[in-house]
């Protein structure tokens, strides 16, 4: 939905974490944004080429080059020349000859470097020392520039300047600021008042501090007057304050000795924890890690054992927030701290810490700290499995993602399961037999529910019950993954464990998950489509929005496209992509923007909006570890960059065939067979394409049943079939044609809207090969017709291309067939299949010429 202009600014990105940068590439690059700018402001000193930001940074630019789909403009700002600063104090000064205040501003540069924030700081200084004075007779400025330059030589940085800008307040007022800085980048005045008064009573407890002057009852002013010296600004909640720069911050901590501040900063924390409430230490947690972290390491086993807790709870907070990289620094802070009897008498702190770490370095794709992580819980052999299953959990979730080795995770689950009761057959043939029955029994057990009953379950609540759910989620994607006959299996499980316990987080995929099992399996779409409306009553029931990402795949790719329009799954796909992003479910939100992409390929948008998107998130693949994702997207990319792109090559060949052909992913196969053999229809590689579908036959809906893209997938299979069942007129083609077009029509009997026009473009075909004339034409003109009105522009171009062949062919009408032509160059020209107009020109270019030069070539010959 278009939004009047809009423009965002962020400020010091360079300090933004994984999760933010994720968001900004999404942005930046989502074209259903066009009246949004970015501008985003970093030091680059602080970034190098290892600094998150760089990578990101890099494919911006990189993108935007190749793609044109969005601009990318960087502006470095360097620091003033002489001249520059000049022209500054000329305009403050309001002085119109440069000769005037050329030897101000020599003095000037060069206390400043060039600096602009310490040029102004440098010249507030100037004018509150007295050293640059307003003449109220003349209403000019005077100043001496020796003496400027002899009294400021001691200047040295910002962070100088605004020390000595800190010093000329009241004692107690800069006292404060020092002990605000301790605070962090934001605080409360009544934290700091309370943390103030608390230090001060301690000190003259003491005998360290006396009463500066009277100075001590401030309170109610003190902020007032560093909000006008420039130090502090208010927050929109009009409670919080916040430093204007880190530079003051780090000024104002400056002030402090510093061999008083570490013991300082474990004071400001103790007190913190000491003297707020539970919520309120909560909103400090992090301030608070970091004082006690880094104003001593503690020796005392309390003041470990207070920092490891006060860790976990800023690791878990930062992980809630999707900040990963800082969930995963906290928990390594907490696990530091443990004393060295932590698993003997802080068992539950312990088991939590490493549980937390090895979850972030899951995400994160940190192997050297999972494993560190993963043994070490596995090592307290006497503790009991439910305890180390989090780990389990997480070791699970990157071997079948991050690793790619999707079969020991299934193995490891199951494994896992066995203990708690849940087993499953070993034998084939006894897993087979259960799937029947288990499909039978679902099928009955789910027409005899409502969403009403549905909506009245109870939440789950027992805890075995919830890792028992977590466990068979984790079972289902890995055997997807891994083509294990364990998937139906682990759903019929998950879905008796809801129905008997209620509803939880899980129950949503489970139900999605179900869904595909009936629609694919049974072929009854209808139910599926039901089970899908159970699936998205649990997630409006579910407060936690961690699993939507996967649930939504599951409807939107594999369930509601088989009785709904496809086109209306690819907005949702987005959103559960974003959905997924927003809370680190990064896995799921890949394989969302993937299904985005292949559905906007299969519905026939513009083949430069999809090499578009292709290259963008290819570059997110690598950066999030998917490598099956990428391989499937860089064999869509390929597929349509030689439909696009005019060349000497021949257009069916993937050059990067033997990479994906020895690829370990059987899903990966099944997208680079099927994206072949589409290559072959559409460049009339009938002959090659038609032994492609009989040695293939129906092996990619059954390696991914029940997915979208097994719609054109069937389709051009069938083309090819026909097309060489009408040439060769041999059985074999015509045999395996007729059941790929039975498979058609049985989809349009159970409703699905998206192949209707592969049927009368079959019935064309079969009419055109039975010699029914006549009919075949009345066929192609009404898959033409029907092709159109759904938007399928390249479908519709390859039925009036086949309709020009049988006229041209078979009618033995040149001139109809060049109209026929024509309407295919012009549907395939607006698809933006370049390679495919130059040679569909070629090979028909006698048709375009006119009599006198066939004539004429004639005469030649």
Not at 111 to 122: E, K
Not at 329 to 342: F, Q, R
Not at 356 to 367: K, R, W
Not at 583 to 606: R, T
Request: glycine content about 6%; charged content about 25%.
């Amino acid at each position: 939905r278009n939004f009047s202009p809009l423009v965002i600014l962020l400020d010091d990105i360079q300090w933004s974490d994984a999760a933010t940068l994720d968001l900004l590439s999404v942005l930046i690059a989502d074209r259903a944004n066009p009246s949004l700018m970015l501008i985003g402001t970093y030091r680059s000193n602080e970034v190098d080429q290892d600094h998150p930001l760089s990578p990101l940074v890099r494919k911006l630019n990189r993108t935007a080059e190749q793609d044109n789909c969005f601009n990318i403009t960087e502006i470095k700002i360097c620091n003033l020349s002489v001249s520059q600063t000049n022209e500054i104090i000329m305009r403050l000064l309001s002085v119109d000859e440069p000769t005037e205040t050329e030897g101000l501003a020599d003095v000037c540069y060069k206390r400043s470097y060039g600096n602009v924030l310490s040029l102004i700081v440098f010249l507030e200084m100037l004018q509150r020392e007295g050293l640059i004075e307003l003449n109220l007779v003349t209403l000019k400025w005077s100043w001496d520039e020796q003496r400027i330059f002899i009294e400021t030589a001691a200047t040295a940085t910002v962070v100088d300047l605004m020390k000595q800008k800190i010093e000329k307040l009241p004692t107690s007022v800069g006292q404060r600021l020092s002990i605000a800085a301790c605070l962090g980048c934001s605080f409360e005045p009544e934290v700091l008042n309370m943390v103030w008064d608390t230090v001060s009573l301690q000190k003259r407890g003491r005998g360290d501090q006396k009463d500066p002057s009277g100075e001590e009852d401030q309170n109610d002013n003190w902020i007032s007057l560093v909000e006008q010296e420039g130090f502090l600004e208010v927050e929109q909640d009009g409670n919080t304050y916040r430093w204007v720069h880190d530079k003051v911050q780090e000024a104002a901590m400056s002030l402090l000795p510093s061999g008083e501040l570490p013991s300082l900063k474990a004071q400001v924390a103790t007190i913190l924890i000491n003297e707020l409430d539970e919520k309120s230490v909560d909103s400090y947690v992090f301030s608070v890690v970091n004082l006690l972290r880094e104003g001593r390491i503690p020796e005392d086993e309390e003041e470990r054992v207070q920092l490891s807790r006060l860790s976990l709870v800023a690791s878990k907070k930062a992980s809630s927030a999707s900040a990963f990289e800082s969930a995963g620094k906290y928990a390594a802070i907490g696990v530091d701290a443990l004393p060295a009897n932590a698993w003997s008498s802080y068992y539950s702190l312990t088991l939590d810490l490493y549980s937390t770490a090895a979850e972030a370095a899951c995400y994160l794709g940190n192997t050297e700290e999972l494993d560190k992580c993963y043994n070490e819980v596995l090592d307290q052999t006497e503790r009991p499995l439910f305890d180390k299953l989090r780990v389990y959990r997480a070791m699970i979730s990157y071997l079948g993602g991050a690793l790619g080795r999707p079969s020991d995770a299934v193995e490891l689950t199951v494994e896992i399961l066995a203990h708690f009761g849940i087993r499953f057959p070993k034998r084939k043939a006894s897993r087979w037999a259960s799937t029947v029955y288990g499909l039978l029994k679902a099928k009955r057990s789910m027409a005899a529910l409502h969403s009403d009953d549905i909506t009245k379950m109870p939440t789950m609540d027992d805890p075995l019950h919830l890792e028992m759910m977590h466990l068979l989620d984790q079972l289902f994607v890995s055997a997807y993954l891994a083509k294990s006959d364990l998937m139906p299996l682990s759903i019929f499980a998950s879905t008796h464990l809801t129905l008997e316990n209620g509803l939880s987080e899980y129950s949503a995929p489970t139900f999605a998950g179900l869904a595909v099992l009936l629609g694919a399996a049974l072929g009854d779409v209808k139910l599926a489509s039901r089970i899908g409306g159970f699936a998205q009553v649990a997630m409006s029931k579910e407060e936690s929005r961690n699993m939507d990402s996967r649930a939504e795949l599951w409807l939107y790719a594999f369930v509601f496209v088989w009785n709904e329009p496809i086109e209306r799954m690819t907005s949702k796909l987005f959103k559960s992509y974003k959905s997924g992003l927003s809370v680190g479910d990064n896995e799921n939100a890949c394989w969302c923007i993937a299904q985005y992409i292949v559905i906007n390929f299969q519905s026939g948008k513009p083949l430069g909006m999809v090499e578009t998107d292709c290259k963008i998130y290819l570059e997110q693949m690598v950066e999030f570890k998917r490598e099956t994702v990428h391989a499937d997207i860089c064999i869509y990319l390929e597929t349509v960059q030689n439909l696009m792109h005019p060349s000497e090559d021949d257009p069916t060949v993937m050059k990067s065939e033997l990479r994906f052909l020895s690829h370990s992913d059987h899903t990966v196969l099944g997208v680079f067979y099927s994206c072949q053999c589409f290559l072959y229809l559409y460049f009339g590689e009938f002959e090659k394409g038609a032994k492609l579908a009989i040695k293939r036959g129906n092996a990619y809906s059954k390696g991914v049943p029940g997915h979208c893209w097994i719609m054109i997938e069937t389709f051009v299979r069938g083309m090819c079939l026909y097309a060489m069942a009408r040439k060769t007129k041999k059985r074999v083609y015509r045999k395996q044609a007729r059941t790929v077009h039975r498979t058609i029509k049985a989809w349009i009997r159970k409703g699905n809207p998206n192949v209707k026009h592969y049927d009368l473009l079959f019935n064309a075909e079969l009419a055109a090969l039975k010699g029914k004339l006549d009919a075949a034409e009345g066929w192609y003109q009404s898959a033409i017709v029907s092709a159109t009105r759904c938007g399928r522009i390249h479908e519709s171009a390859l039925s009036s291309e086949r309709y020009g062949e049988f006229l041209l062919n078979v009618r033995k009408d040149p001139e109809e067939a060049r109209h026929k032509f024509d309407d295919a160059i012009r549907r395939y020209s607006e698809w933006g299949a370049a390679k495919k107009v130059l040679m569909l020109r070629e090979l028909h270019q006698d048709l375009w010429r006119r009599p006198s030069q066939v004539e004429f070539s004639s005469s030649r010959t």
